[in-house]
């Protein structure tokens, strides 16, 4: 594997008694795209959050250019959330008291552009995922499909290296979560961002380039892009 | 490269399931309500709309047509000089109108998949001591990189595209929810099957 | 089914979905029932204020002394004498005790009378004797022994500081005395004047109306996950009644639930009370008893209120069977009726015609509720044009534009008590400057006295306090009782050398020992020659004036108008009673100055005293007004951020997954932090505003209401306000911890 962006050798993570993680390994290029699937509660989602450094994991080294994650105090790791990496969840991640335009320009307002312009920077990105339109909506008044798309559009405003997204389209029809992926992969890949992708559906997945597999927090790799 | 002969060989091996059990002779007698019209131009038209990449053969045009003529489905409307079934013009008869009436208001009999290759297997790598789950992580991968594949053929494709890749996808989902049902399973089954 | 069961049947649903509601049920009840468990300790006690008042009273007067002045020495009387000072800002209640006889009646809460040099305190002072703070107060007590304890029955509080000390004889004191063959008088009916009667009233609405407004608060608690939860019964088949009934049966359990636990917060804080003391104020737990009439209005009330609030507030809210629709979201708010309560109010203070105390109480509860109505208005309105500024500040301002109702409940209880608090402290010190008594000390800290055998006495007593280091602008007075044959006024008769007569009565021209010096007023009473009555002790003496005497012009201002004024060889002064005090400032820089005066006068005169002097003495009874107002407003302060705390956890709660979120973005904590406190501060500087303008309108027109000028007391408001934003404060960084607790990446998981 060529130019890996974050890699993590193994990771363990137990919350409580039940372990979440056992010794899971991951690695990602830029602009690559990885499907990370698995059962409910084999530990994808924990995979996500110690990749991301929003949990530190118990035992093994995440690496990210260069850096050891697990190194970092909480502050750099916030800091490096803010600057070099983007989410998007499933649902409820708008902050709902913004309009769709603030939303998208929250990262960018987090790691220091005035609001003035955040919010110049965030409008190409609503377009990109065609929800311009929304821009002074709040997402009490939009649709989940639009709101996802927004999240997207959030995710990718502040240029991330990494894309983060735990299970994006769960909370829409097929249509809406397909139209959804394309444009989250297409973006990814015009702008060279890696992106790690948490879900259950193999529908979703197949937009990856390729697949891991959590199973009772052990990693299996299904092989590389042919 | 290999992503197209790849390619080639899933649309033919769903080709064949979906197009060849909806009968070319129906589709052909189809086409034939709309107005009479050559073989050659029967040909054309079906490769447009589901050939894909898998053409029919003339010959299998007029064998089918002299098949729909000897049932009186059809019948020769006109012939133009020179002979040879390519100067025929075909019709559709009452007959045959009939008949594609029938067939199209007749729901297709569900699939029941009780005869399956993957079962089989996993049971038989069960029975000779291999190891079923590398089997099935195998296949999962192999379906996997198929749904890959049809996703980009389908997100750069027009709406006949998706489709069809949207037909396939969902079939390769089914079988990919049932390897995954069986992964987690393969110690039950291993205890029933070795009893 | 007629109405009532209806009712009922439904009220008891809703108290079963409540009971059954598993944990989020259960503490959304107990959390709203915390809110009226304060509301209603707080009204209990607010209850009980006036068997306190009756049994401080009651108190007081059963060891008062009555007042004769037929009464002759016998077997069964007794020579009282008050000896109350002030110890470092706490008042000490003294009593020296000379029995005539063997049979002296006994104060109440003691068991004998001290004899001679023996001294009975009251636990709190023997506690504070035993203490280094009661170090300066014990040398007062020097060669006295302390022989025994007061009992309850003697004191005004568990926490009062008193002593009776007993002596053998009185005389020096001579008209400070009291005979007395019996303590305590009847009770003084409670004929407080009007002016203080519309304090109080006005006092208690304002204490109460807080309270209210927290309890219409705490019945909202949870409110979002409820309506959810009627949707859900909406869908299988309840009608919009049907659900406001179960909703306010939810309401119902948990109003039950905070009478219990109110009740609870009560007796613990009627047992804990005894151990605390505001303001020189503390009262017996046996004492803190609810009047039944109030304390059952409060029972019933309570829970009715809970109820009546919960079908109000649903009024507004359309719970559909699929969802909940708020009608108040994005509708403007409408200002004109909004006015009208306000209005209503300012229009009944207004100084137009009579005065009675239902038109002012109605006029401050109407202005105050106006407050609780305008608020939500003011803050929509002025939340609306804000767009500038860092993220914080933007998170917040959009918050409260999308919904600014939550927040401005919360504040609303804090803005309405500051109202109050600002209107009745306007009030008070508008009011007080009557009452004021001038003690005219002219800025003296601390006053030695004492009354010295004979004029040698006092002025070496003089002396030795003149000469104690840290002790400045000493003035010393000597004064002899004295009364003129003719009638039955006493006049003090100052007695010093030249200079010290000059210098206190402010006259000029020619003095030598040997003159008396008459003010020009008094020449008709004190002609030259003539015989005097001079007290001493135990009897009367007769004295003669010189034949000369010397008129003088008194300026009319002086405190010393009615006196005469002699230097010593003037004539005999064997066997007079003479008192000595003098008031003094103290060096700063030498903080045992006042110690070393103590010490210096007891030594000479181990009855001296040495009180430290207030510069303004307030009349006793309104200083219990204040006590009480301030005994309140801390309560009412207390409850109101409990509420404003209990507010912020449920708006963290139901926040909880976007903070997860801008936590996995790498949102700074502060940012997050400094939002919630603008999310609070921006309606609770609205609140303030409001609170100062509404307290001031209210205090001008309560004190023109009371013919009293009006005058803004600038400090009491800044301390006021200051007050309210610190509760604020408080409660942002109290609630900061859950804040962090719910930006952990646990709110991320959604199975």
């Known amino acids: 594997m060529s130019s890996a962006v974050l890699t993590a050798v193994g990771l363990r993570k137990t919350y409580g008694t039940t372990p979440a993680l056992a010794g899971a390994d991951f690695g990602i290029s830029a602009g690559e795209t990885v499907a990370v699937m698995g059962p409910s509660g084999s530990g994808k989602s924990t995979l996500l959050h110690c990749l991301a450094g929003i949990v530190l994991p118990d035992a093994g080294t995440i690496m990210y250019g260069g850096r050891k994650l697990s190194a970092l105090s909480d502050a750099e790791r916030s800091a490096l959330r803010r600057s070099e990496f983007g989410f998007v969840f499933q649902f409820g991640q708008l902050v709902p008291e913004l309009t769709c335009i603030e939303n998208v320009a929250l990262p960018l307002r987090l790691t220091g552009h005035s609001r003035r312009a955040a919010e110049r920077a965030a409008m190409p990105w609503l377009e990109r995922l065609e929800v311009a339109d929304l821009a002074n909506k709040r997402p009490g008044e939009i649709s989940g499909g639009q709101g996802q798309r927004v999240a997207v559009a959030r995710a990718l405003a502040t240029a991330p290296r990494v894309v983060f997204a735990d299970e994006p389209t769960g909370a829409l029809d097929s249509l809406n979560g397909e139209r959804v992926m394309e444009l989250l992969t297409d973006a990814a890949r015009a702008t060279k961002a890696a992106v790690v992708l948490v879900t259950h559906d193999p529908r979703v997945a197949a937009y990856a380039d390729r697949e891991i597999v959590v199973r009772d927090g052990h990693t299996r790799s299904m092989g590389a892009a042919a | 490269m290999r992503h197209t002969t ?15 059990r909806m009968t070319i002779s129906h589709t052909l007698l189809g086409f034939l309500e709309s107005g009479p019209c050559h073989g050659y131009d029967l040909k054309h038209s079906y490769d447009q709309r589901f050939g894909n990449d898998r053409p029919l053969h003339y010959g299998q045009v007029y064998s089918t047509l002299s098949r729909l003529l000897k049932r009186g489905l059809v019948e020769v409307e006109g012939m133009e000089p020179g002979g040879g079934p390519e100067r025929k013009r075909y019709a559709i008869t009452e007959a045959g109108v009939t008949d594609v009436t029938q067939w199209l208001v007749t729901p297709e009999k569900p699939d029941s998949y009780l005869q399956s290759t993957l079962y089989t297997k996993v049971v038989l790598a069960i029975l000779t001591g291999r190891d079923a789950a590398k089997l099935l992580d195998a296949q999962r991968a192999e379906h996997l990189r198929l749904m890959r594949e049809l996703t980009r053929r389908k997100t750069g494709g027009d709406l006949a595209d998706q489709l069809i890749c949207d037909h396939a996808l969902f079939h390769l989902e089914a079988d990919l929810r049932w ?17 | 089914m007629n109405r009532v069961r209806v009712w009922v049947r439904d009220l008891a649903m809703g108290v079963r979905i409540a009971a059954g509601g598993g944990r989020q049920g259960w503490s959304r009840t107990l959390l709203s029932a915390a809110g009226m468990g304060l509301g209603v300790a707080l009204l209990l006690i607010a209850a009980a204020v006036p068997s306190m008042i009756d049994g401080h009273a009651q108190r007081i007067a059963d060891r008062a002394e009555p007042w004769s002045n037929t009464l002759k020495p016998g077997v069964h009387t007794m020579v009282v004498v008050d000896a109350n000072e002030i110890y470092r800002g706490s008042e000490v209640y003294g009593r020296l005790l000379a029995p005539d006889g063997d049979r002296p009646p006994l104060p109440p809460g003691l068991t004998r009378v001290p004899g001679p040099g023996e001294v009975v305190v009251s636990p709190a002072l023997a506690r504070l004797l035993a203490s280094p703070d009661g170090k300066l107060l014990g040398l007062r007590f020097t060669d006295r022994t302390i022989t025994g304890t007061i009992g309850d029955a003697g004191l005004t509080g568990p926490n009062e500081l008193a002593y009776y000390e007993g002596r053998d004889s009185l005389d020096r004191y001579g008209d400070a005395i009291h005979r007395l063959d019996h303590f305590g008088i009847r009770s003084p009916a409670t004929d407080m004047d009007p002016l203080q009667l519309t304090l109080l009233i006005v006092a208690f609405i304002i204490l109460l109306l807080p309270v209210a407004v927290f309890v219409a608060t705490a019945v909202r608690f949870g409110g979002e996950q409820r309506d959810r939860r009627l949707a859900a019964l909406r869908l299988i088949g309840a009608d919009t009644p049907t659900t406001r009934r179960i909703a306010a049966g939810e309401s119902l359990l948990g109003a039950l639930c905070g009478l219990v636990c109110g009740t609870g917060a009560f007796l613990l804080i009627r047992q804990l009370a005894g151990a605390f003391t505001l303001q020189g104020f503390s009262v017996f737990p046996s004492e803190i ?45 409408l200002l004109w009726w909004r006015l009208l309560v306000p209005g209503a109010g300012l229009l009944a203070l207004a100084p137009i015609g009579g005065t009675s105390y239902a038109r002012v109480s109605t006029g401050v509860v109407l202005l105050l509720i106006g407050i609780v109505i305008l608020l939500p208005w003011i803050v929509q309105v002025a939340v609306q044009p804000l767009r500038r500024g860092p993220l914080s500040w933007q998170l917040a301002t959009r918050r409260l534009q999308l919904s600014s109702d939550t927040a401005t409940r919360a504040v609303s209880g804090v803005t309405v008590a500051v109202a109050g608090a600002i209107a009745l402290q306007m009030f008070f010190t508008g009011v007080q400057v009557q009452y004021i008594e001038k003690t005219g000390h002219g800025g003296a800290e601390l006053r030695a006295e004492s009354r010295p055998a004979d004029y040698p006495a006092a002025k070496s007593f003089i002396s030795a306090i003149r000469s104690t280091p840290g002790v400045r602008n000493a003035e010393a007075v000597t004064r002899a009782e004295l009364e003129v044959d003719f009638s039955n006024a006493s006049y003090p008769f100052v007695i010093g050398d030249c200079r010290t007569l000059q210098q206190h009565a402010r006259f000029s021209g020619p003095c030598s020992n040997g003159d008396v010096f008459v003010p020009q007023e008094l020449r008709d009473q004190f002609k030259a020659g003539s015989h005097l009555a001079v007290q001493a002790p135990g009897r009367t003496v007769r004295k003669r004036l010189p034949v000369t005497t010397r008129l003088i012009d008194v300026p009319d201002s002086h405190p010393g108008y009615y006196a005469v004024y002699a230097t010593p060889t003037a004539f005999d002064l064997d066997g007079v009673n003479l008192r000595t005090t003098i008031e003094m400032r103290l060096d700063p820089t030498r903080p045992d100055t006042a110690e070393r005066v103590a010490t210096a006068a007891l030594r000479l005169d181990p009855q001296a005293s040495v009180t430290t002097l207030k510069t303004t003495e307030v009349r006793a009874d309104f200083a219990d007004i204040q006590r009480g107002l301030y005994v309140g407003a801390i309560g009412v302060l207390l409850v109101i951020g409990a509420s404003l705390l209990v507010t912020l956890f449920e708006q963290l709660r139901q926040a909880k997954r976007p903070l997860s979120v801008l936590a996995a973005f790498g949102t700074r904590r502060t940012t997050l932090a400094l939002s919630l406190l603008w999310q609070t501060a921006i309606p609770m500087v609205l609140g303030l505003a409001l609170a100062t303008a509404c307290g001031v309108t209210l205090g001008s027109l309560l004190l023109k209401a009371g013919d009293q000028p009006v005058r803004i007391d600038v400090p009491g408001l800044l301390a006021l306000t200051s007050a309210g934003a610190v509760v604020t404060l408080l409660v942002t960084a109290i609630s900061l911890p859950t804040l962090w607790r719910l930006m952990r990446p646990e709110g991320l998981h959604t199975e």
Do not use: K, Q, W
């Open chain 2, 6 to 20: 790849h390619l080639l060989y899933t649309l033919n091996v769903y080709t064949v399931c979906i197009v060849l």
């Open chain 3, 289 to 333: 008893v609810p009047h039944p009439v109030l304390a059952a209005l409060v029972t019933l009330a309570v829970p009715a209120a809970a109820v009546a609030v919960t079908v109000f507030a649903m009024r507004r809210i359309a719970v559909e069977p699929l969802d909940v629709v708020r009608e108040s979201v994005g509708r403007r708010r």
């Open chain 2, 179 to 195: 390897l995954e049902l069986t992964t987690a399973r393969i110690d039950r089954l291993s205890a029933e099957v070795r009893s």
